[in-house]
């Protein structure tokens, strides 16, 4: 396996250029909830930490459990529903975030990536639960994998090929920065001894690694059976998430300021130009 994908919440550390916020706990998250089927893996995965452990493959039950929808709209709550029903083909809420909107930002690790260097180290990751605490089950990880065709004649090469692709060497090196001027991809090695080797060289990872091993963990696993499911029920997960919130899509001004509106349920000192 090449890698984990863990979705996390990322949050600045105190540091002396940011301005004290008073705001509510709840409130303040930038979170995208417009994809189908990414919400429906949501829904999967809160299912999997709050019900009967993990089984192989995923067998999502036939109508949408409340409890799991229930667990999710705490993060519509705290984002707010335009905001988390706003389309961003562009990763504008990375921007938003990084230029001091938002408590915290819902995302993969590999956004990470996109963050400015200068600023990586004023943030922190926090794995993302999805079910209430008293019933967490064990953690999935979504997973890139190296395959190997049962009928490849010369499986020993293929096996040895595999071996290199995921090695220390190539994973390693291939998850790194390249120059100073630029972040790691911040992926999730599934080989150890990758994620060790990271994380004793970027700070982030290292925190990473303290989430990732910190439970069990399993690669999320469902059959072809689950396109079927996704086709019927995507939609009525996402609906569910926003209530069938459609986002406005011009400006409003908070302090001077024109921001979006899907920006405008944050507390005003949040919404804030640096």
């Known amino acids: 396996m090449r890698d984990h994908r863990l979705r996390d919440c990322f949050r600045p550390r105190p540091c002396a250029c940011r301005a004290t916020v008073h705001a509510a706990t709840d409130s303040g998250l930038l979170l995208d909830y417009t994809g189908r089927t990414t919400d429906a893996c949501e829904y999967a995965q809160a299912l999997q930490q709050q019900d009967h452990g993990y089984d192989v493959p995923f067998q999502p039950p036939p109508t949408v459990d409340e409890n799991a929808i229930a667990s999710l709209l705490n993060y519509t709550k705290a984002a707010g529903r335009a905001q988390a029903g706003y389309e961003d083909p562009a990763s504008q809420r990375l921007q938003w975030f990084t230029t001091g909107s938002g408590r915290a930002l819902a995302g993969v690790t590999e956004s990470l990536a996109t963050f400015p260097v200068d600023q990586i180290q004023n943030y922190t990751v926090r794995a993302k639960p999805l079910a209430p605490a008293s019933a967490q089950g064990e953690n999935c990880f979504f997973v890139d994998g ?105 400006t409003i001004v908070v302090n001077d300021h024109p921001i979006h509106p899907s920006l405008a349920h944050l507390p005003v000192n949040l919404a804030r130009k640096r």
């Open 146 to 250: 190296v395959g190997i065709n049962p009928r490849t004649p010369d499986t020993a090469s293929a096996q040895a090929l595999a071996q290199v692709m995921t090695s220390l060497q190539v994973l390693g090196q291939g998850c790194r920065a390249r120059t100073a001027d630029e972040n790691p991809q911040y992926l999730i090695p599934a080989r150890q001894s990758v994620l060790d080797d990271l994380a004793n060289q970027y700070p982030l990872y290292s925190t990473i690694r303290t989430i990732v091993m910190g439970s069990p963990r399993h690669a999320f696993t469902v059959d072809a059976s689950v396109r079927d499911w996704l086709t019927a029920q995507g939609a009525v997960i996402r609906d569910q998430l926003l209530e069938n919130t459609v986002p406005e899509n011009d």
